[in-house]
């Protein structure tokens, strides 16, 4: 039976792995309800998940899940004690925090770009993820863990994929990546520096002294012109006004 689980559980992470790019380590999102399962079945997941999986995983969670928790009491002391040991993922309700299952289907919605699998015993919770193509979902059945098979959304999807009609986000991540690589599209991080400008130093023409104006030769001769007609009338009246007392003595 245990390799029938594996066998099942291989070929569902191929699909996952080949269609959708989920990779090692798996992040495997928990929520309350799959800690408190995991506790009545004593299910150790630290040691049992890899193996099962067959490759590294990392259990996460996030604080709306941890919120929840505290808030429900010493019911689920025990998985609130689990999910405190677990990874805390960053959500987008840092301020106001929502409910455990509307944070983790809000971490795998727009194609679950981080490829996160989605861990819950929530029956609602597990509807809505299988309409999100490329969420691998997992549950606890008979204190066993299982990995679901893919959703008939997330096959449908695939076969449109195959088919030309849609672009998986694996397939546009690459197809970015190549383009980074080529130079066809400049890299996020050389976007975000800002160009600086550079200091300067003077304008050198700036510092160049102020030539002085070489005086204007006509207008000073024209000046000394008429200076030299002034000094001449006033000449000429002063012999006039001698002449003219001489003749009245």
């Given at each position: 039976?245990?390799i ?12 996952f ?6 990779r090692?380590p798996y992040?495997?999102l928990?929520?309350?309800t ?9 299910i150790?997941l ?5 193996r099962?999986l067959?490759?590294e995983t ?10 929840e928790l505290?808030?429900?009491?010493n019911?689920?002391y025990?998985?609130k004690?689990?999910?405190q040991?677990c990874?805390?993922?960053?959500c987008?309700?840092?301020k106001?925090?929502?409910s455990?299952s ?7 919605e ?26 691998p979902?997992?549950?606890?059945i008979?204190?066993?863990m299982?990995?679901?098979?893919p ?14 009609q849609l ?16 130079g ?17 130093g003077p ?8 030539k002085?104006?070489a005086p204007?030769?006509?207008s ?16 000429n ?13």
């Amino acid at each position: 039976m245990k390799i029938t689980r594996q066998k099942h559980a291989k070929k569902h992470l191929g699909f996952f792995r080949n269609n959708f790019g989920v990779r090692e380590p798996y992040q495997i999102l928990l929520d309350g309800t799959f800690c408190q399962a995991a506790l009545r079945g004593r299910i150790q997941l630290r040691e049992q998940l890899p193996r099962y999986l067959m490759g590294e995983t990392q259990l996460c969670t996030t604080r709306c899940v941890l919120k929840e928790l505290e808030t429900l009491g010493n019911d689920l002391y025990g998985a609130k004690l689990i999910a405190q040991k677990c990874q805390v993922r960053n959500c987008p309700h840092f301020k106001n925090a929502v409910s455990g299952s509307e944070c983790l289907l809000s971490m795998v919605e727009e194609g679950n770009p981080h490829h996160y699998f989605v861990a819950t015993q929530d029956q609602n919770l597990s509807m809505k993820v299988k309409k999100e193509p490329g969420v691998p979902l997992m549950f606890i059945i008979q204190n066993t863990m299982v990995l679901d098979k893919p959703s008939p959304k997330t096959i449908a999807f695939v076969k449109a994929v195959e088919s030309g009609q849609l672009v998986s986000v694996h397939e546009k991540e690459s197809i970015k990546h190549l383009k980074e690589e080529q130079g066809l599209v400049k890299n996020p991080e050389q976007r975000r520096r800002k160009k600086h400008k550079k200091i300067s130093g003077p304008n050198p023409l700036s510092c160049l002294k102020k030539k002085k104006k070489a005086p204007d030769t006509q207008s000073s001769a024209s000046e000394k012109k008429r200076k030299r007609k002034r000094i001449r009338n006033r000449s000429n009246s002063k012999v006039l006004s001698e002449k003219q007392n001489a003749e009245g003595e």
